[in-house]
């Protein structure tokens, strides 16, 4: 087993390369499903749920190839099996765009109940919505999602609640499905853009996407022969953004789109820090005592709830008493207990944290209880005074891309070690 360990206390100073997204990675290598041919996808972070993505792919038929870590060149002309592997499908959510994807190419498709990371109640029923809508037949047994169609016909979909999974498993069930499908209230996240634009670099017709209504004319089949670039991580620069606030630091993130980070700069400016954006880059530093916010947590272009535990900590540090809502799901404050271990000052009631501000915080050993709590507890870690054991950091290993070099060439005092369980 790994852990990270961490002595705290230290400035985080200097520059960060912000690495491919991935909500959009894990969207855009199923994409590749649809594609009778090759398709190259590039910047995109090496991290493990782009492996056991490209594990299945692989287990279905296609050929994959990483040119480097963070390029892939995947052929999917000769797909031989329609059914993702329950063993790999388990470990992570998106393992269930196959679903859209199968469906939409070979009019079949079964995928295992998909894990990740323990947010609350984690339904699928827009996606399923979406599917019958298109006129696929879906069962659902045995721990088994399967759905199949003789055909698929374009359709208007009104989504009863912002989905960014079902906004995108229906963008790709739908763009060889005959005739126009729309989605109404899709989701709006630079990763449904991405995935938009992917799609349309390898042949299909997707106009919308960003914005409330998404048009996807069908197309008889997707070419590929092409390379795509995936957006940089929102939310990893996010992470480092909080990161500097919290070590009363001065970071610059680089290959990072300020546009799409404009909510947490406006919350950063709110606390009193100096954000320098120039359009690629940001740079943010700290300038004196920062103020406590009141932070509600929405779909895009709103204040992220992946940004939640990160922007928590910095809150922790800040002088006053901060609110933070959370809208999107109803189990993600668990990290709330371990950060408490550390010295702040947080009570939970319901969906929301109410944080009084503290001087600073202390090291102890805390859990990792899911991929952006593990996030958070780095920042922790840095921050507090004395020693920090972060154990679970399998949550943190599934999304950010070698996290401790990044936080090391900050300055950061962050080593992986190695141990046996008890
Ligand atoms: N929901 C439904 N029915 C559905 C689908 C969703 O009621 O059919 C509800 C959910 O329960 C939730 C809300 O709608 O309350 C939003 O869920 P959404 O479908 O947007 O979330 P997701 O697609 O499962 C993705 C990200 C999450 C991120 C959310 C919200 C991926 C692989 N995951 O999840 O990312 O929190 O969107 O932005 O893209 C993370 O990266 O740490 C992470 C958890």
């Known amino acids: 087993m790994e852990k990270l360990v961490i002595h705290g206390g230290t400035r985080l100073v200097g520059q960060v390369q912000i690495s491919g997204a991935k909500n959009a990675a ?18 995109l972070p090496n991290i493990s749920d782009v492996k056991l993505y490209c594990e299945i792919l692989k287990s279905l038929g296609a050929k994959v190839e990483f040119l480097t870590p963070n390029c892939v060149k995947i052929d999917s002309s000769n797909i031989t099996s329609t059914i993702a592997p329950s063993e790999i499908t388990r470990k992570f959510r998106a393992s269930y765009y196959v679903l859209g994807a199968l469906l939409s190419r070979f009019k079949s498709a079964q995928v295992s109940f998909p894990g990740g ?36 016909t374009g359709d208007s979909i009104y989504m009863d609640i912002v989905s960014v999974g079902a906004t995108m498993n229906i963008m790709l069930a739908a763009v060889l499905a005959e005739g126009v499908t729309t989605i109404e209230n899709a989701a709006k996240e630079p990763h449904i853009v991405d995935l938009a634009n992917f799609l349309n670099t390898m042949g299909a017709n997707i106009k919308g996407a960003g914005t409330d209504t ?5 197309v008889e089949k997707l070419t590929g022969g092409k390379m795509y670039s995936v957006v940089p991580d929102q939310i990893e620069a996010g992470t480092f953004l909080m ?14 789109i300020t546009a799409h980070l404009a909510s947490i700069t406006a919350k950063l400016e709110e606390m009193g820090v100096e954000i320098t954006d120039n359009i690629d880059e940001m740079r943010i530093r700290y300038v004196g005592d920062t103020s406590a916010v009141n932070i509600k947590t929405l779909p895009y272009p709103g204040f992220p709830t992946d940004m939640q535990p990160q922007t928590a900590v910095a809150l922790c540090l800040c002088k006053g008493r901060s609110i933070i809502n959370e809208s999107i799901w109803s189990s993600r404050f668990q990290y709330a207990f371990e950060l408490n271990k550390m010295g702040a000052n947080i009570s939970i009631q319901d969906k929301m944290a109410i944080i009084e501000g503290v001087d600073e915080l202390k090291g102890a050993p805390v859990y990792a209880t899911d991929l952006r709590a593990g996030a958070a507890l780095i920042i922790a870690g840095c921050s507090a005074k004395g020693t920090t054991e972060i154990f679970n950091i399998e949550h943190i290993d599934r999304g950010y891309e070698n996290i401790e070099e990044k936080f090391k060439a900050l300055g950061a005092n962050i080593e992986r070690v190695e141990y046996e369980e008890k």
């Open 214 to 218: 998404i048009k996807i004319t069908g």
């Open 117 to 152: 990371c323990d947010l609350g109640t984690r339904p699928i029923d827009q996606h399923i919505k979406g599917f019958e809508t298109l006129g696929a037949q879906v069962e659902i047994n045995g721990g088994n999602i399967k759905v199949f169609a003789d055909k698929l």
């Open 26 to 43: 894990v969207a855009i290598i199923p994409a590749a499903l649809l594609i009778d041919g090759e398709c190259i996808i590039d910047n």
């Open 243 to 256: 990161a500097a606030v919290a070590t009363k630091g001065d970071i610059t993130i680089k290959n990072c």
